[in-house]
């Protein structure tokens, strides 16, 4: 793939460029700042950034702020990010534009290499990849508006495992319960939210976009 990075750090930045070149990706643009960002993007047209947060000149939102920016100007760019925070406003309007080739990992959680290339490629090729404790700090801002009140406990879990881009599959690996168990479970909270009969659209993306719309 093609990947632009955007990272303050220099020694991260370089060591990242290193991984993914190892990898066979191509980087034709590594920057330290939001605004080089835009410009790389404009000028390379990758297939996917990764970007922090905090970055130059304020250390506050300028990288989620560029990444909201690249996915308006130019939609067919996935966009990775990877912080030590995480930003719950610009965050959620993040992910309630559009799910998909997006995806939002903590730095300090990402055990693995492996884990943060996995993340990448299923961002790449248009999947979502979300740290749980993203989700869960999402989710909360949200967790006494209804419908939310009316998901049972079993429910929520497997919402936020469809919002990490989980498969029923994967969910039902994670949950330790049977596929045909976590089946059940996203009919029902299909039903609570009133999409078992929204047609032309996937409902796991609008499940979890209406939560981080509450």
Known sequence: MRVILAEDSTLLREGLVRLLLEEGHEVPAAVGDAGALVAAVAAYEPDVVVVDVRMPPTHTDEGLRAALEIRRRWPAVRVLVLSQYVEKRYAAELMSADVEGVGYLLKDRVAQVGDFLDALERVGAGGAAFDPEVVRQLLARTSQVDPLARLTAREREVLERMAQGLTNASIAQAL???????????NS???????????GYSRRVLAVLHFLKS
Request: net charge positive; proline share 0%.
């Open 176 to 186: 330790h319960v049977s596929q045909s168990a976590v089946e059940k479970h996203v």
């Open 189 to 199: 909270l299909f039903d609570k939210l009133r999409l078992s009969h929204t047609t």
